[in-house]
């Protein structure tokens, strides 16, 4: 028991010889409220009001550029691209990121000039006025606030690819090819009028076994599969009778130079009757069918208004 109490009383002493104070972390401070203001002033667009929090000899980096030798953008430059983002962007803001705050460090090493560096965690929005991208993305900034209160310097951290959506917006591209004849589509209509004859076996078997199935008058998080639907499908029938399935207009079929996609979209009217009141009811529907290139149904998406069905 001695050797343990020892030993405990060495490591408890070896951590405390190893660590060693090198400043403050402020909770409240002057260079959090200048660094508010300035992000207030950077929203606005307000470039005489950046201009003065700013000192001459400011410069601003890119925290994720691999430019290791960058020397960073001056005062003159970098202001000009604090306009851009009020210009170009509707609903722009700058927010603390949901649970964040901002601390102030103030350093004792290597600081002989009495700066204090900011870090905040803020959340960027807004929507570009051109293309309508809208941007929401996580930020990180350090400033680097004087003692007479200028900001010396920021260091930006934010994912680049934000702005990809919008640069590949300026130009018209293609993405693909509709189709208004296609086996897919073919395989569409076979499983829906195979439905309508409550021929259920062979509905089904038009989906790949692990295809998946939203419905937008449920958990659309929580897909059913194809055992389930079959089920609630079965159930369906047992409450009401199928008159007929009217399509409206012609299926697309949609094949997607980006990411391989292929869908079907279809729009169909059903005629049904609830059995429990002989209610006829006219339910309206639009059918999203993602396709495999074997040609099996992989999901779909269903949209109509589940209220209709209701007593």
């Given at each position: ?8 009383v ?12 090198n ?13 508010a ?30 430019n ?12 000009t ?7 170009e ?7 603390d ?10 350093y ?22 051109e ?22 310097s ?18 018209d ?14 395989t ?14 062979k ?18 998080n ?18 009401f ?19 391989n ?23 309206p ?18 949209y109509y208004?589940?209220?209709l069905?209701?007593?």
């Open positions: 028991m001695k050797k343990v109490f020892v030993t405990l060495l490591m408890t002493s070896c951590l405390t010889f190893g660590q060693k104070k400043g403050t972390v402020y909770l409240e401070h002057p260079a959090i409220d200048l660094v203001e300035f992000n207030e002033a950077f929203v606005r667009g307000d470039t005489a009001k950046i201009a003065s929090m700013l000192t001459d000899d400011f410069k601003s980096f890119n925290g994720v550029g691999d290791v030798s960058s020397k960073g953008t001056g005062k003159a430059r970098y202001i691209s604090a306009y851009r983002w009020s210009d962007l509707d609903y722009f803001s700058i927010s990121f949901p649970g964040s705050y901002p601390d102030a460090i103030e004792k090493k290597d600081n002989k000039d009495g700066d204090v560096w900011v870090q905040t965690w803020d959340l960027l929005k807004g929507v570009h006025k293309t309508g991208v809208k941007f929401t993305s996580p930020t990180h900034d350090l400033f680097l606030v004087t003692k007479d209160g200028k900001i010396k920021v260091i930006h951290y934010f994912d680049p690819s934000i702005f990809d959506e919008m640069a590949q917006s300026f130009a591209r293609t993405n693909g090819t509709i189709y208004n004849h296609h086996e897919n589509i073919n569409v209509r076979k499983a829906v009028y195979a439905f309508e004859n409550s021929d259920l076996e509905a089904m078997g038009f989906y790949g076994d692990d295809a998946m199935f939203y419905n937008i008058n449920y958990d659309i929580a897909p059913g599969n194809k055992d389930q639907v079959k089920a609630a499908r079965g159930e369906f029938l047992d409450n009778e199928i008159e007929a399935i009217e399509m409206i207009g012609y299926p697309d079929y949609l094949e997607y130079e980006m990411d996609g292929r869908s079907v979209l279809s729009w169909w009217n059903m005629h049904l009757v609830r059995k429990a009141d002989k209610k006829k009811i006219i339910l529907m639009h059918i999203n069918n993602g396709f495999d290139e074997e040609g099996k149904i992989t999901d779909e998406f269903i208004n589940g209220g069905l209701e007593k």
